[in-house]
């Protein structure tokens, strides 16, 4: 009866907006006011490996993944545009850290997404940190995440990767093995160069990221300190690889180091700069739920929105004439994806919002980015990259 009212009252809304389609208003609905209680009440860790599991099982049957593709996803060709020419069928990815050993992507493209990005990878396996590794932060809509990259190794990530779905791109989040035998700048230049060379000869990804930028990995962020990046970025040069190469950048640097390691990563010839990682600030005022002591992390979702759009706009103001930007941080709705791009953002990517919104969301910002795009006058989402700046540039 409760359902049935919000429901209405959703339709009532939406119906003004016309932002999201029946279908998706009655599934996000159910999502959000039947099922997320029944799953928040569990473990996240849990419920996380749960929905790999049973995504990993629809990608498997053309049955499945045809259901999905019915619930879920939404294809426009105002959402369609070709970055480094490579095509994208939409600007919406999974961000890093959801996939990390490469086992939903047969069921990705289905629920809607235009990209995803596996990992992170290591070159070597790691169990994780020691559990909780996740946390919900139910008032602020966010997530602690203290994974420490675990993965189960570039060799066997590789090893089992699935028949890649038309269409799709799928990229590589590369990470330094979260591990005492990569402490020295050395050996964390040689780990990540090795974990790329395997990657790389597999010949699946579309694109590459390097993350800089963990926040719960052994010895801290040592490349987010421009001199040394500078010496990882020469190294992984000299590996010939000839696809994209993106830089996952840490959020809670000062300007003036962000500026550096920017100007490092363009020196360096990278394609594009993912605006960014988790949040380390606890004392984010953003964040409205109390946080038990022992609960160590970065934190995700909407804690990250402004610090990651204040970052993405002023990188693209300096730099984007000559470097892409993904934006990532707090994406709940259509509308945050698309002052994400206004700022300068060519494609989005997200995690929190999926799994405090339900999987429809993926549809409901594709299919609420045509109506932004169309009620500003655009014909293609390329129109609005960087529409907030006074000047639009590359
Ligand atoms: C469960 C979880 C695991 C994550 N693991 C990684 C990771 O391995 N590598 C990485 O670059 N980012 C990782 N992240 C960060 C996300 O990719 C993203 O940058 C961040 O969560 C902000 O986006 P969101 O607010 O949409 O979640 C992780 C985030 C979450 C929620």
């Known amino acids: ?36 209680p029944v799953l ?18 629809m990608g498997k049957f053309r049955i499945t993944r045809f259901i999905n593709r019915l619930l879920f996803k939404y294809k426009n060709t105002m959402l369609e545009q070709t970055v480094f020419d490579i095509k994208f069928e939409n600007p919406v990815g999974l961000s890093a850290g959801f996939d ?20 992170s990878i290591t070159f070597k396996p790691y169990q994780g940190n020691q559990r909780p590794r996740l946390y919900r932060l139910k008032k602020s809509q966010g997530i602690i995440v203290n994974y420490g990259l ?71 962020e040592p490349f987010a300190e421009p001199k040394k990046l500078d010496r990882l970025l020469k190294k992984i040069h000299t590996l010939g690889i000839d696809k994209p190469i993106f830089l996952k950048m840490p959020i809670n640097e000062k300007w003036s180091n962000s500026k550096l390691l920017i100007e490092v990563a363009i ?24 946080i038990p002591k022992h609960i160590k992390g970065g934190i995700s979702g909407k804690p990250t929105w402004s610090i990651t759009n204040e970052l993405i706009s002023k990188t693209y103001k300096n730099y ?5 930007i993904i934006g990532v941080g707090g994406i709940f709705s259509a509308q945050d994806a698309y002052e994400k791009i206004k700022r300068g953002a060519t494609l989005v990517q997200l995690i929190t919002g999926m799994i405090f919104e339900g999987p429809q969301l993926i549809g409901e910002i594709n299919r609420g ?14 129109d609005a990259i960087g529409a907030n700046h006074s000047k639009h540039l590359g």
Do not use: W
């Open 369 to 382: 980015l045509v109506e932004l795009l169309k009620k500003d006058g655009y014909t293609n989402i390329s």
């Open 40 to 57: 928040f009440a569990q473990d996240p860790e849990k419920i996380h490996n749960r929905f790999i599991f049973i995504g990993h099982i």
């Open 320 to 324: 984007g004439d000559k470097i892409k």
């Open 100 to 119: 990390k050993d490469a086992q939903i992507i047969r069921i990705l493209p289905e629920v809607g997404f235009g990209f995803m990005q596996v990992g």
């Open 1 to 36: 009866m409760q359902l049935t009212a919000v429901l209405a009252n959703q339709m009532k809304i939406s119906h003004f907006q016309s932002m999201r389609s029946l279908k998706q208003i009655i599934i996000g609905t159910t999502y959000r006011k039947v099922l997320k």
């Open 267 to 290: 020196k360096n010839k990278i394609d594009g700069l993912i605006i960014g990682n988790l949040d380390k600030n606890r004392s984010n005022p953003q964040i409205k739920d109390q």
């Open 150 to 220: 675990k993965n189960n190794g570039a060799k066997k990530i590789v090893k089992n990767l699935p028949r890649k779905p038309k269409h799709f791109l799928v990229s590589a989040s590369v990470a330094k093995t979260n591990s005492r035998d990569t402490i020295t700048t050395k050996d964390g230049i040689e780990d990540y160069a090795e974990c790329l060379k395997i990657l790389q000869k597999s010949k699946y990804f579309d694109f590459f990221t390097i993350n800089i930028s963990c926040p719960n990995a052994f010895g801290g």
